[in-house]
């Protein structure tokens, strides 16, 4: 038994995560006695010694894990405990196991199973023959299966009681677990995905082209590959096969593999002439063919799919902690548009606070083509309410609208007007939700959303909140993967950048609130119902009315409510209640008031930090609050700020190669990143030209919302595709490849890498492009302009093809 499957799962954890056991037992305590990651993160650090919320994420996904594999290991521990079968070397096995995988290895030969062809053959005494041909290959095979032939017993001559005997061997051959260990990992490390079209269906399924002819070995296939082929296979256009050998390694025909002879070499089968040696032969090569290579097929597919998907995971997370912390364009009074053709454009204004406080319906375009009438309802909605933005969606009829907007900005320089395209994902599914008509009630669905539009430049995290992750589409196959796995891993992401920012309690919806440390949808609603009927909160000690928050509650949410305006200063800042008396000393010590000292960067940099540590409170808790006091109530989100677009490029057939454009990141992927430069549709720099030197992960170059400036290297219009490099001094001519989507290195069937960007095209959510609106919009002057950072949002997989198009936007 190793030294870390002796100790407890906080010391296993421990020594994973690099830390002293200590640190893990304190934070399993509060994680069991109800803390959240946020409020162990931001305001337990003395009792977990600094962990930081990404190792406590780690330590709470792992503490999930090992306490599911504890229970396991006693259920199989107490099956085969009754089954009389457990041995202290099995028991010291079982407790050994440090994995699921290795758990049910030990555990496959003594699971409950149905009747098999090998237990049938004990049951007609066959095991002694079984054993003997095993034990002494010089005892020709069917003379010594002559003495078992029984028709009483269903043995009705010799060949079948050798196959009887061959079933048993099967059977122990393909359930010995460190056998079955050792051959999934020399297969993992050798073995090759495989896929090649069904005959048929090369048209229909012309988006899985690249997997045509495809072989690429298990440890350098990246995750979106291995989804891209499992949807592929999914929807019968692909047929997967898993190769155990690399390419020009297979083995002639009649000869052994390599794993047969693993096999052999295990149970000490050889060929050294004895009557017998033929027979065990066959038999391991049945035992390989039938029943280890399926078994081990099985689980590498599950592995596979495991990794692509964890990794899918990862990288919606992460495109959907950028979305959420994007640049707010603030408290400004914002005038929504969603763009339609036949049923108009949706309008809605909302006030710097996001109250809503005009709605309308304009046909500006065919067929109704109401263009000027339009432009004077819009005027006259901008010069009443004092509109400052204009947010468009960015769906059908976004670049005509965009259009409309810009003569309105040009024909009434005197409103100093801004317009900005906006992502609409997930904005229809907001107006159908059952939150969206409290929130809005007797107001049209279709207006609902030009609501949601606007408010969501103001504030996108405020907004995103009301949306399901999943419905906001900043990630690869999302709908291919788990939906527990995913939906706890965006759980975290939202309670994380929400408690990161902080909320208004006395502004924030019910949703935005329900994110909150400690408090849930119900207690939520509670406080909501709480303000509405008594009015703003006055500090956040009146919290404690609202009903069924608890002293538990109170302190987990507290230090992430601000209260601005309120009685105590302080009730606007981060600092947690609990160490309101810390600074009440250092206003004492400095001889200032609280109210004087917040914001004194002279008076509070001359402070000594250990001159207030305490029993209670730290060095490190004391640090935090006086940097807090500095900037109370900071943002940590980024400035808003938007790109431009370049004049007379607004659709695909625009474009040239060697153009150099100003575009938004909307979406990073392991592969590259995806930028709209308002054509539509968006470009692809691939992570070979993002960088002059090697780039592993394509989020250290750059991020969701970023502007940067990319030239174009390759245009197919067919396939709109665009391929984009940040290497703005990279040659491109009319026609080129570049390293952009057809730059291939080898990868098929005859080995070398893999195709890398055409077939990371396919590796979107529906395996190919499809159209949408840009990400184009314009500033004062009537300029086009690209998302700001707080809307380079998930539009860009939709509109890239990267989710399901049938989806909601």
Known sequence: MTTALTG???????????VRERQVKAAVELLDGG???????RYRKEATEMLDDAQLRTLEERLRYLRELEERRGAVLDSVREQGKLTAELEEQIRSAATKARLEDIYLPFKPKRRTKAQIAREAGLEPLAEGLLGDPSVEPAAAAAAFVDPEKGVADAQAALDGARAILTERFSEDADLIGELRERMWGRGRLAARVREGKEEAGAKFADYFDFAEEFTRLPSHRVLAMLRGEKEEVLDLVLEPEPAGEEPAAGTPSSYEAIVADRFGVAERGRPGDKWLKDTVRWAWRTRILVHLGIDLRLRLRTAAEDEAVQVFAANLRDLLLAAPAGTRATLGLDPGF???VKVAVVDATGKVVATDVIHPHVPQNRWEESLGK???LAKEHAVELIAIGNGTASRETDKLAGELIAGHSELKLTKVMVSEAGASVYSASAFASQELPGMDV?????VSIARRLQDPLAELVKIDPKSIGVGQYQHDLSEVKLSRSLDTVVEDCVNGVGVDVNTASAPLLARVSGIGSGLAENIVAHRDANGPFPSRKALKSVPRLGPKAYEQCAGFLRIRGGEDPLDASSVHPEAYPVVRRMGESSGSEVAALIGNTAVLRGLRPESFVDDSFGLPTVTDILKELEKPGRDPRPAFKTATFKEGVEKIADLASGMVLEGVV??????????????HQDGLVHVSAMSRTFVKDPREVVKPGDIVKVKVLDVDIPRKRISLTLRLDDEAAPGSEGPGPRAERGGRRGGGRPPQQRRERTGRGNGGSSGGGGTGGSAGGGRPQAAPANSAMADALRRAGLVDPKKKR
């Open 666 to 679: 909307t979406n990073v992927a392991a592969f590259g990143a995806f930028v709209d430069i308002g054509v």
């Open 35 to 41: 803390s959240t990651v946020p409020f162990i993160a």
């Open 8 to 18: 407890s799962i906080e010391g296993r954890i421990a020594e994973e995560l690099g």
């Open 446 to 450: 279709s207006l609902r959303g030009a």
């Open 378 to 380: 819009l005027a006259r």
């Open 342 to 344: 036949r049923t108009g």
